[in-house]
């Protein structure tokens, strides 16, 4: 159990868990199917992502990314998480929608005692008021490393000699809840803001600053 509560510090001190793309469905053009966006902000520390994704419509419009984040360390390689997954509008009503996420997480931390890699799954709800010009909207989301894997350094075995290598499933989780918003620049730009809290799943190890942020730009094209 020691095990498991100290992975679950460990990963999140890195699970940059809101780093997210936003979508406005409104401003997506006929002629613009693809979207990169490059955000920065606040996530358990100062990160970086770059985000791709296509859309398309197969009864209800979906939107296919894949996006790749970093904190701003000292090594900008040693951690990183990557994800891959899709977004559906599952409900629109005049200016109302409402967004399923549901992506798939790989994540990689790595310092003097311990190299993590994590298997995960980051599901979320995003609904609000959507213009072709601008949207507001509420988020909630349930972010989960479903399985871990830990290779410890000899440091570590120095201190500790039995300390055992291996997978420990699961290995935490916690939920992320807030507000984002985005206004289109021109004909294909689009700025995007995102602020919100986290919560440890049970009774786990809360962040030191449970709050993230995120400024965005994105191009459709």
């Known amino acids: 159990m020691k095990k498991l509560v100290a992975v679950t510090i460990v990963m999140l001190s890195v699970v940059h868990s809101g780093s997210s793309q936003t979508i406005n469905w409104r401003s997506l053009g006929e002629d613009q199917r693809n979207v990169i966006q490059l955000n920065v902000g606040f996530d358990y520390g100062v990160t970086a992502q770059a985000v791709y994704g296509r859309a398309f419509t197969f009864i209800r419009p979906v939107m296919v990314g894949v996006d790749f984040s970093l904190p701003m360390g000292e090594n900008l390689v040693d951690d990183f998480k990557a994800k891959l997954g899709v977004q559906i509008e599952v409900v629109e009503m005049g200016g109302f929608s409402a967004t399923l996420r549901i992506f798939s997480i790989f994540r990689r931390y790595e310092n003097e005692l311990v190299r993590i890699v994590s298997f995960g799954s980051d599901l979320g709800l995003v609904a609000g008021y959507y213009s072709p010009t601008w949207h507001v909207a509420g988020e909630f989301g349930f972010d989960k490393s479903i399985v871990s894997h830990l290779k410890h350094s000899d440091v570590m075995r120095s201190y500790y000699p039995r300390i055992r290598d291996g997978w420990y499933i699961p290995s935490g989780g916690h939920f992320y809840y807030g507000i984002q ?25 809360e962040a030191a600053v449970p709050y993230y942020l995120q400024l965005g730009l994105g191009m459709r094209f």
């Open 181 to 205: 918003a985005g206004k289109t620049l021109g004909q294909n730009l689009d700025l995007t803001l995102r602020v919100g809290a986290t919560n440890a799943q049970h009774s786990d190890e």
